[in-house]
């Protein structure tokens, strides 16, 4: 079997994802967290379900910077 041959890295392009993907990344879980926080208080729902709560949606927000960050490699290649 043959090894692909890879293009060089572009620096610019890997700074920007890895740039936007930090700070969409400490958005998506931060509001995870708070929301999982705020509809347990709101609801009396106890720290145990709380906790539940934030881990679900800080599920969600993995998920949903994993698939952000497949969209932003795809418009900003990081190998040329």
């Not at 936007?20 to 998506?28: A, Y």
Request: hydrophobic share 60%.
């Amino acid at each position: 079997m043959a090894a692909q041959k890879r293009g060089s890295i572009n620096g610019g392009n890997l700074l920007t994802v890895v740039s936007i993907l930090v700070l969409v990344g400490i958005e998506l879980f931060g509001a995870a967290l708070a929301a999982g926080w705020a509809i347990a208080g709101i609801f009396q729902l106890g720290d145990t379900v709380g906790h539940l709560l934030m881990a679900v949606f800080c599920l969600l927000a993995a998920y949903g910077l994993y698939t952000f960050a497949q969209r932003a490699i795809r418009v900003e290649p990081i190998r040329s």
